[in-house]
């Protein structure tokens, strides 16, 4: 069974930093590339950050690029997100998923919420 737990989200003011976790299990997590996406209220859905399998590769959203580091740990089949200079616009729910995404994978996600 398939299962992706995020974690690591809080309140956080403008400026600060969080790092996310996300543990996964149930599929073969390091051949797969993952990424992590957000959605705030009344907004779609949107990719931040992904990796590849063994974590050469990365990419980011304009929005993110330079704040946010997306980084993988196959050993312990986690992927995690460092968020460094956040901004109000960054609040949202974060989730973690294969990239691109499974739609039986989605988890329950984490919140951040930055105050100004």
């Known amino acids: 069974q398939v299962q992706l737990l995020e974690s690591g989200g809080g309140l956080v003011q403008a400026g600060g930093s969080l790092r996310l976790s996300c543990a996964a299990s149930?599929?073969?997590?390091?051949?797969?590339?993952m990424g992590w996406y957000r959605q705030a209220p009344g907004k779609q859905r949107e990719l931040v950050a992904t990796?590849?399998?063994?974590?050469?590769?990365?990419n980011y959203a304009d929005s993110v690029k330079g704040r946010f580091t997306i980084s993988r740990d196959n050993a312990k089949n986690a992927v995690y997100l460092q968020m460094n200079s956040l901004k109000p616009e960054d609040t949202a729910v974060y989730y973690c998923?294969?990239?691109?995404?499974?739609?039986?994978?989605w988890g329950k996600g984490t919140l951040v919420t930055v105050s100004s």
């Open positions: 998923n294969k990239n691109p995404p499974a739609v039986t994978f």
């Open positions: 149930g599929f073969f997590f390091r051949v797969n590339p």
């Open positions: 990796i590849t399998g063994g974590g050469s590769s990365t």
